[in-house]
């Protein structure tokens, strides 16, 4: 028996908080704030390179920790991440439902987005939740896709369009504009420059020249790219503060 306080759920990976995002997240809390349930956000964290879904490197939009940050702004009851491991990983899809959403969880409300998949080897997607409904008590509400121009916004749509430089488009679809953080970055705030790693999960704008804010102020940036680093070269760079960016400079 649960004791827990019933719970709507949304479920989802939300690498940078676009505007489906968004939309999932607080239809999730206007369903729980109707039912009288706590608001939970799930997202996962694969703690092994060889578990992720894709067989490539992936960059992300946010690191963990600033993803972590972004979900608990909006105030839910809480934000849980869910560690993928090598026990957690080979759930089945209904093991995942009995086990997480349920047994820890007692969700009764679960919201995802129309391209959900989980359990092992993403064998389950939306349908899966629906056809266990009646087994475990819950209710399942499917988020359909936000467009951009007629396409899905999606967080590889996202991903694609930074590694293309996009700034303005991406900026269209994040909730805030797309940003390193200072914590991000290995900085000589002396010689104005940042450096970035290669080997770090986030993602790093192609080679050129950025109009980006950081301090309040506007600034200019140069980003170069060698072997080991993005180098960042700044014509401005305020003391330990975020860099937001605003569009490519022509």
């Known amino acids: 028996m649960n004791n827990r306080k019933p719970s709507c759920i949304a479920i989802g990976n939300f690498d940078g908080i676009h505007i489906g995002h968004d939309a999932l997240i607080r239809r999730m809390i206007e369903l729980s704030n109707e ?29 963990r920790n600033i993803k972590l940050e972004l979900l608990k ?39 995802v987005g129309y391209n959900f998949t989980f359990g092992h080897k993403a064998s389950g997607n939306i349908n899966t939740l629906r056809e266990f409904e009646s087994t475990y008590n819950y209710k399942v509400e499917e988020i359909f896709p936000v467009k951009y121009n007629g396409i899905a916004v999606s967080s590889t749509l996202v991903r694609n369009l930074l590694n293309e430089g996009k700034i303005l488009e991406v900026n269209k679809l994040l909730i805030n504009n797309y940003t390193i953080y200072n914590n991000e970055l290995n900085i000589d705030y002396n010689k104005k420059i940042a450096f970035a790693d290669n080997n770090s999960s986030i993602i790093i704008p192609p080679d050129g020249r950025y109009k980006v804010m950081t301090g309040g102020k506007e600034a200019l940036l140069t980003i170069n790219t060698n072997k080991d680093n993005s180098i960042l070269i700044f014509d401005k760079l305020e003391r330990d503060e975020d860099i937001i960016f605003l569009d490519r400079a022509h």
């Not at 694969?46 to 992936?58: A, E, G, P």
């Not at 105030?75 to 991440?81: F, K, L, P, R, S």
């Not at 869910?82 to 919201?111: M, R």
């Open 35 to 63: 039912e009288n349930q706590d608001s939970i956000i799930i997202t996962f964290r694969f703690v092994r390179r060889d578990l992720k879904k894709s067989t490539y490197n992936i960059k992300y939009i946010n690191s």
């Open 73 to 111: 702004s909006y105030n839910v009851t809480e934000v849980a991440e869910i560690e993928l491991d090598e026990v957690i990983s080979k759930y089945s899809p209904e093991q995942f439902i009995k086990e997480i959403l349920i047994d820890k969880y007692n969700a009764k409300n679960i919201v």
